[in-house]
């Protein structure tokens, strides 16, 4: 037994953060916003949906690779009714595994080993692994912080491109700073693809869940910068969109040669998945426009709550124009370890949250950055605030 049983590729990546801090909030009873997951269920029309798929023996066998006919044209209708993209449901739509799998898949079949991929750091915990697995090499860009808002460096990552870069993992809006790339942040990343010979993966799962500004797929930037339409592969899921985490039904958009590709390394990692859930996302996503500005608000005003009672207790808000997630940074409170802090949160004010430095390479750019929740009841998130004030606020 001399040699470690998990593989070099993967001995970095033991257990997440995740597994730690749950644990840690199941043990001391606290609050725990530290995973981005809501504390109710989504549109109860879409639960029904799915029950009655199951009912109806509609997806209880494998279901076609690609994904149900049904959720690849509902996919191909919300690109163009929200971002004016077009996509043939038959060629240029992939239903997968959530957007894990996507991300996966979509590494598996693009890289070489030794391939270098570009990806904004602080990252996604499944980047890491998913460039590993697919023995790629990383090169981590920075976002930081300037007057308020996570910002990404131009210079700095057309100077990151180098003859092995094969692609740009793109996440916008961006979990865990809450950052929403800008019209000229996206422009220059295409116009650097399209000048590079670059391909572009972007994870846009936080698509409708943008509170400032606007979400602008990458995709859409293809009259602008023509061959970028061939570049890009976008990827969303219904997890967040519909509160559904748990169904994990995700899809890829793209160019068909793209689509076949991932394709290639998707139907040997699951084949399919989630048949009956299929049928329940077309509908969620056929849902009226309401639907989708109300969860808008719903999350805007849950931000609000949290982000009010953060600053109150002293804590640096970086105020995120979308997503989930809060950054803060606890170096105002005489914190000097993000890590440390969050482990002893729990048992300082019942309350978790994860420390950014497990997103980074280079986590001296996050000693102090520490991640809150705010996809929870707006009274679970009161409460979080109320004993984030009355255990640092001077
Ligand atoms: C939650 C999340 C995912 C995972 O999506 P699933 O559909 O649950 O697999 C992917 N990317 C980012 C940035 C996320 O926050």
Redo the contacts with the bound molecule.
């Keep these: 037994m001399g040699r470690p049983l998990l593989n070099r590729r993967l001995a970095e990546f033991g257990t997440t953060i995740f597994a730690e801090m749950s644990a840690l909030a199941q043990r001391t009873g606290a609050i725990n916003l530290g995973q981005?997951?809501p504390d109710t269920d989504g549109p109860e029309e879409i639960r029904e949906a799915a029950v009655r798929a199951l009912r109806d023996g509609r997806g209880n066998q494998y279901p076609p690779g690609p994904g149900v006919p049904e959720l690849r044209q509902a996919v191909a209708d919300h690109q163009r009714r929200f971002h004016g993209l077009t996509y043939d449901p038959d060629t240029e739509v992939l239903v997968?595994?959530?957007?894990?799998?996507?991300?996966a898949a979509t590494l598996l079949a693009l890289l070489e080993p030794g391939d270098e991929v570009i990806a904004l750091e602080p990252?996604?915990d499944?980047?890491a692994a998913g460039v590993a697995m697919a023995g790629g090499r990383r090169v981590p860009v920075t976002l930081r912080p300037h007057e308020g808002r996570f910002r990404l460096d131009l210079d700095e990552l057309r100077a990151a491109v180098t003859p092995r870069t094969r692609l740009i993992l793109l996440?916008t809006p961006?979990?865990?700073t809450g950052t929403v790339l800008t019209r000229d942040e996206l422009a220059a990343i295409a116009e650097l693809a399209c000048e590079r010979d670059l391909l572009v993966v972007t994870?846009e799962?936080?698509e409708h869940l943008v509170f400032d500004g606007e979400h602008l797929p990458l995709a859409g930037f293809g009259d602008r910068f023509p061959g970028l339409r061939d570049r890009v592969v976008t990827?969303?899921?219904?997890?967040?969109t519909f509160s559904y985490?748990g169904w994990?039904?995700?899809w890829v958009t793209a160019a068909p040669a793209l689509v076949s590709a991932v394709r290639s390394a998707k139907q040997y990692l699951t084949y399919v998945s989630a048949g009956p859930f299929q049928y329940a996302v077309a509908e969620a996503l056929a849902l009226p426009d309401a639907y989708f500005t109300d969860l808008r608000a719903d999350l805007r005003h849950k931000r609000d709550i949290l982000a009010e009672g953060l600053r109150t207790a002293g804590f640096e808000v970086y105020q995120p124009a979308g997503?989930?997630?809060i950054t803060t940074d606890v170096a105002p409170l005489g914190e000097k370890d993000a890590y440390d802090f969050c482990r002893a949160l729990p048992e300082r004010c019942g309350v978790v949250a994860v420390p950014n430095s497990v997103f980074y390479d280079n986590p001296d750019a996050a000693r102090t950055h520490v991640r809150f929740a705010f996809c929870k009841r707006a009274e679970v998130l009161t409460e979080a605030a109320t004993r984030l004030r009355t255990a640092f606020a001077r």
């Design positions: 981005g997951f997968t595994a959530g957007a894990t799998e996507a991300i990252y996604y499944s980047y996440n961006h979990n865990p994870d799962v936080y990827i969303s899921s219904a997890g967040k985490t994990k039904v995700g997503t989930y997630f």
